[in-house]
């Protein structure tokens, strides 16, 4: 066998080592936060909250996450807060 064919037969069992190991270590606590993700999304179902998302202008965005930083519940209960509000404001919808 030629010198090239050992190192490529070593490179081969080296992948082959490396992929039944499982996944890489440093990734564990990747897989703690997905766990944790799923763990709070049940968290929040269960108290009635669903994800909506939208668009923003960046200057608005940064009022709110001002804001946000002294507010107890975080950006979340800031937001609610301010929508409910002005949803209040708002004269009747018709149907």
């Known amino acids: 066998m030629k010198k090239t064919d050992l190192e490529k037969n070593k490179a081969l069992k080296l992948t082959n080592s490396l992929r039944q190991a499982g996944p890489y270590p440093g990734n564990a606590n990747a897989d703690a936060a997905h766990l944790d993700r799923r763990e709070q999304r049940r968290l929040d179902q269960l108290k009635g909250l669903v994800p909506f998302a939208c668009k923003l202008e960046q200057g608005l ?35």
């Open 61 to 95: 965005v940064d009022r709110l996450r001002q804001r946000a930083a002294t507010h107890p519940e975080g950006l979340n209960g800031l937001v609610g807060e301010l929508l409910a509000a002005g949803l209040d404001a708002l004269p009747p919808a018709e149907a």
